[in-house]
């Protein structure tokens, strides 16, 4: 894989990982064209499309595109899957996610993916191990944190309402 | 309560998040964050040092603001400090900052690879595990010099957790992928392949991927893993459902490693050893058999994954190419893909059958789908589908279904999508012109072509059309009828114009006894669409009139007074102008006979370039012969009226035959049959270009003569000779081909894709196919760096005769390409006669303001026009007896420079293009194929045999054809491959 993106509908990137070198100016081009793209999809069309000459694999979860690139001779429908498993671990992390989960807890957001993708290839595809290792982490930070832990809740709380919960499994 | 709360205490970047969120406009934006930016720089600057949670809190609101799009310039320092904090969360935050917004300040660099060093030492795989994620999320050379040689130490030490065992496996494949060079090959590679074999299903799918790159490069040393992968494969895909428990998605057992490993063993080809082998068929049939089954869910997420594996399993049976019976399955079982009602199923399977056609063993059941496919073409709703299913129709043609295609695909580009009109046209017209029977159905495709898309016609298409009346005397009357009907359409496009001013100017006699066309109708027919067309096409028309003048000598007067009146005659474009004065002058003086001779019907394209022509160039070097080769493009005379000078230093690409897609075009018509005082004369008007202004007088007759005959766009007519936009170097700019290149080239004799050239900037990858003389190649420069080439320019020369050789024919690339980008370049190849040099490429740009040239061997050899011949032994050996002359024998006797294995040669030489014949030596660890090059003026049959003596690890290579040269360098080519 040489890259994944999660944009909003209204075209706000939230998350962007690029696992080949390239300049800012260049990200920034690339994610400009593919979120004009993929947005003017429709619904039914098919989730694959050529791009330069790479191969574009994206699916839509509530709010948010998740869309991936990948090289000619990777595996388009285990790709889909790659962005289905991680919005489930997104998900179990999260407790069913939503698109300002991402936004507010964007570190998570990256942790998680580094422990399933690394370098562009699936590294862990346990959901369990996945999500050990980044509890694990959380229970570490959980011991040395000594400022206020929860105070995020009630900003938390008052957004889910207005943004859709991602119904990654009912779609 | 969710997961998340535990321990989530950025209150500050909380408040500042929303903040963002409440702007109402860009500029509040702006504002708030410009405001939070120089908050960070006063604390960051100020007396207090700052506790470790604030640095991570601050270093997380940059990182916030960088991501959001904005530049960052400061803090860098400050995550370095987090990396070597003893809290993980602050040492997570510093790390992905650094991930994110790495710059190569070295100083920085320094003191990350340092923390980064302490964290790999110190034998906390949650810290370990940090640190390798770091590396692969760079990724960047100095961490490769870093780290490169300690990561393998990590991955096989017998003390390393999984999980971080997982992350070096991924960590290692970044690194090598970016430069192989700092990773060093060793003992440790055994190791790894046995990771196959781990207990852990994460540390197998990790390892997988690390395997699969590196084994491109090194398919001997990891031969092993074969074995291994097969009864991996083999246990998982016979497992039942829950077998492997959390590996175990949707009911579907361990998807993505089964696709790792069925991708790993498409490196190789089909395993020697028996027992695996059969192992891997059966794993094969299981895959197709499960597909028949129903599913266990019906949720996606199952079909997905079992329909992911199903997939690369057809690929694999693809690459292998050799079990019928598999090849058929997965025909049937993409067939019922066609179908199904998910779009992407049907996606997928219309794009794994444009493969499967090109094998001898399913072109036949692919084709069985035609009337599916047809309908997909015409009811898909999704345009990529379309594309898809106009692939796979150009793909599954041939002579017994090429009508109905072709008609389909016409009927498809009326509506098709504006940004493939260009490719249909082309495969439309190299369809119809490939497998023509009767040719009036060539011309009527050709111009409903250009009726229903005529801005996506290229004139390689409508040249060839011209070429092919020209040729074909039972075609020509027909032609003139049908061009002269669709002329009468009040809106014709202007390449209809072109085609039909030439067609009628050549044989609109054979039309004019129906009093409906007379000539006096063609011409105004052709008269009212003059005002309405270019410069180029008016050009053409003025032509096209002066010919009338001899055909019909009935409208002489008619068009004298066009020819005569002001817009004309004193017409701003010197082309035009001069066309108008010469023409008029020649229609006045010429006695009736001169004009006939000199207007004389076009003689047929000659199937070969002519010798005389040919020799003019060795004589006058690649200038004129590429300023004649040009006479035949579209006549644009703006250049030579814009002045631009045709200097000797920028001659014009040498592009002998611009023909449809480097399909059998005729070169250059035969130059007037003229003696080669008259092919200077052609050269001399052309360097005078710029002066020979109209009121030079009286023109010579001579050079009337070579203004007139061939007053078609095919013409190596010398006012029409475009200066050329493209100004490449001849051979004698360029620098000589790096020491690499014959190296490069020989990786490319036996297979047609790859990477031919990398260094530190530039990527060039390659892509071709062939069919008989013919060749496409796809140049892929990517530029490795974060800063864009400029001057950036790719050309191909022909050293030598080459160019009476081979015709390559190249599109122009952009001349900037950005950082991390990669352009791509289109070659048309025809192969002309036998040659023994494969051109050169030239690559030249400005990298960082400092000039960088690189020339390499392009990967065209002889052998890529092989087409591979069955016979039967008895037909062999009488051929082999036929060639018996010593010269036309080449023999090599050589060493074994790779391992003899019977599968690699087999391939090697399927590469080589001739065909296998198996019981036709008595010996059957031998080797014998034969193959015929198609060239445009000949064929070369071949015949070649390949003895190998495993036990003084020796060959002996055979090649008899029936040109001497030929048979030398084949066996050399060949010699080197083995």
Not at chain 1, 136 to 144: G, M, P, S, V
Not at chain 2, 231 to 253: E, G, K, N
Request: aromatic share 8%; glycine share 4%.
């Amino acid at each position: 894989m040489q890259f994944m993106l999660l944009f909003s509908r209204q075209g706000k990137l939230r998350l962007q990982k690029w696992y080949v070198p390239l300049s800012d100016k260049e990200k920034k081009k690339i994610t400009r064209e593919l979120v004009q793209t993929v947005l003017a999809r429709k619904p039914k069309m098919c989730s694959f499309l050529e791009w330069r000459d790479l191969k574009i694999v994206y699916k839509r979860y509530a709010s948010l595109y998740f869309c991936c690139a990948i090289e000619d001779q990777d595996n388009e429908l285990i790709t889909l899957e790659i962005i289905h498993r991680y919005v489930e671990l997104l998900d179990k992390y999260f407790g069913s996610v939503c698109e300002l989960d991402i936004i507010f807890n964007f570190e998570k957001a990256y942790f998680i993916l580094d422990e399933f993708l690394l370098g562009g290839e699936v590294q862990e595809t346990s959901k369990k191990n996945v999500l050990k290792a980044i509890e694990q982490a959380d229970l570490l930070q959980e011991k040395t944190e000594h400022v206020s832990a929860r105070v995020s809740l009630g900003v938390r709380k008052r957004t889910r309402i207005c943004a859709g919960v991602l119904t990654c499994i009912k779609m | 309560m969710p997961a998340v709360s535990k321990g989530d205490g950025m209150r500050g970047l909380a408040v500042f998040i929303s903040d963002i969120r409440n702007c109402k406009s860009k500029e509040a934006e702006i504002k708030r964050i410009n405001k939070e930016l120089a908050n960070i720089r006063s604390k960051f600057k100020g007396d207090k040092a700052l506790d470790g949670y604030s640095k991570k809190k601050y270093v997380c609101k940059l990182l916030f603001i960088f991501l959001l799009g904005h530049d960052i310039d400061f803090g860098h320092m400050e995550a370095v400090n987090l990396l070597s904090s003893n809290k993980y969360t602050e040492k997570q935050i510093g790390y992905l900052f650094i991930s994110v917004l790495v710059n190569s300040n070295s100083e920085l660099i320094r003191l990350i690879n340092n923390a980064i060093k302490n964290d790999l030492a110190s034998r906390n795989p949650t810290f370990m595990c940090l640190a390798l994620h770091c590396i692969a999320n760079v990724g960047s050379r100095e961490m490769g010099e870093a780290f490169a040689a300690d990561i393998p130490r990590i991955l096989v030490a017998g003390d390393s957790m999984d999980s971080v065992k997982q992350s070096a496996a991924l960590c290692l494949l970044r690194l090598y992928k970016a430069s192989p060079d700092l990773v060093p090959m060793g003992e440790w590679t055994a190791r790894v392949v046995h990771l196959l074999n781990d207990q852990h299903m994460g540390v197998v799918t990790a390892a997988v991927s690390l395997i699969t790159c590196l084994c491109k490069k090194n398919p001997d040393d990891f031969k092993t893993c074969i074995s291994l992968a097969v009864s991996r494969l083999s246990r998982i895909v016979s497992s039942a459902s829950t077998d492997l428990q959390d590996y175990t998605y949707y009911f579907v057992p361990a998807p993505w490693l089964s696709v790792k490993l069925l991708r790993l063993l498409q490196c190789y080809p089909p395993p020697e050893d028996a027992a695996v082998k059969g192992r891997l068929v059966e794993c094969l049939e299981t895959v197709l058999n499960k597909a028949q089954e129903p599913p266990k869910s019906k949720k996606v997420q199952h079909s997905n994954a079992k329909n992911a594996i199903l997939f690369e399993t057809i690929s694999l049976i693809i690459h292998y190419d050799s079990e019928p019976n598999l090849l058929v399955r997965a025909c049937n079982q993409l067939g019922q893909f066609l179908q199904h009602r998910e779009t992407n199923l049907r996606y997928l399977a219309l794009e794994s059958m444009c493969t499967l056609a090109s094998s001898e063993f399913s072109h036949e059941a692919v084709k069985t789908h035609i009337d599916t496919v047809i309908n997909a073409l015409k009811t898909e709703r999704d345009v990529s589908v379309r594309q898809r299913a106009a692939d796979l129709l150009y793909a599954m043609c041939d002579r017994s279904n090429a009508k109905q295609i072709v008609s389909e695909m016409l009927r498809y580009l009326e509506t098709a999508d504006y940004a493939i009109r260009e490719e249909i046209v082309l495969k439309v017209a190299i369809l119809a012109e490939k497998y023509a029977v009767d040719y009036s159905w060539y011309v009527d495709t050709i111009l409903n072509l250009i009726r229903i898309a005529g801005d996506y016609v290229s004139e390689e298409v409508w040249y060839r059309v011209l070429q092919i009346v020209t040729n074909r005397d039972d075609v020509q009357g027909y032609a003139a009828k049908t061009v002269f009907e669709a002329l009468q359409a009040p809106a014709c496009h202007e390449n209809m114009v072109k085609v039909g001013g030439y067609i009628l100017g050549e044989f609109g006699n054979l039309i004019a006894g129906d009093p409906r066309s007379s000539p006096p109708v063609q011409f105004s027919l052709l008269h009212s669409k003059f005002h309405l067309c270019s410069v180029a096409t008016r050009a053409l028309l003025l032509s096209t009139y002066i010919k009338f003048i001899n055909l019909f000598p009935e409208t002489k007067a008619t068009i004298q007074g066009v020819l005569r009146a002001g817009s004309q005659l004193r017409n701003a474009d010197v082309e035009l102008q001069q066309r108008a004065v010469e023409y008029l002058t020649l229609s006045s003086v010429a006695s009736t006979d001169v004009l006939a001779t000199v207007l004389e019907e076009m003689p047929p394209f000659p199937e070969r370039e002519s010798s005389i022509l040919a020799k003019l160039k060795r004589k006058k070097g690649p200038g004129a012969g590429s300023a004649l080769d040009d006479g035949r493009r579209e006549p644009s005379s703006h250049d030579i009226n814009g002045g631009v000078e045709p200097t000797p230093s920028t001659v014009s690409t040498p592009s002998p035959s611009a023909d449809l897609l480097g399909l059998r075009a005729a070169p250059p018509p035969a130059a007037p049959p003229a003696p080669s005082g008259a092919g200077n004369l052609l050269v001399d008007v052309f360097s005078d270009g710029p002066a020979a202004q109209p009121s030079l007088g009286p023109t010579p007759e001579e050079a009337f003569l070579s203004e007139l005959e061939p007053p078609a766009p095919e013409s190596p007519m010398a006012l029409l000779a475009d200066p050329a936009p493209a100004a490449d170097p001849g051979p004698e700019d360029i620098g000589p081909p790096i020491p690499e290149a014959d190296e490069l080239l020989n990786k490319f004799v036996c297979r047609n894709n790859g990477v031919l050239f990398e260094n530190q900037l530039l990527q060039i990858g390659v892509k071709s196919e062939f069919r008989q003389n013919l060749g496409r190649m796809y140049l892929f420069y990517g530029n490795k760096t974060s800063v864009q080439f400029q001057n950036f320019s790719p050309t191909v020369v022909h050293p030598g005769d080459l160019q009476t050789q081979l015709a390559v024919q190249t599109k122009r690339v952009a001349s900037q390409v950005d950082g991390g980008a990669q352009v791509q370049q289109v070659l048309n190849i025809e192969c002309l006669r036998d040659f023994l040099t494969p051109p050169l490429l030239s690559v030249r740009f400005r990298y960082g303001g400092a000039p960088q040239s690189l020339t390499l061997k392009l990967p065209v050899t002889i052998n890529k026009f092989f087409q591979p011949t069955e016979m039967a032994a008895q037909d062999f050996f009488q051929r082999w007896k036929q060639l018996s002359l010593p010269q036309q024998e080449a023999q090599k006797i050589f060493k074994a420079n790779h391992p003899m294995d019977a599968e690699v040669t087999k391939a090697k030489l399927l590469g080589f293009g001739s065909a296998l014949l198996d019981n036709v030596d008595p010996n059957p660890e031998n080797f014998v194929g034969a193959g015929i090059i198609q060239t445009k003026a000949l064929q070369v049959g071949c015949l070649l045999r390949l003895e190998p003596n495993a036990q003084a690890q020796m060959y002996r290579l055979t090649l008899r054809t029936s040109k001497e040269p030929v048979s030398r360098h084949l066996c050399d080519l060949l010699a080197q491959q083995f």
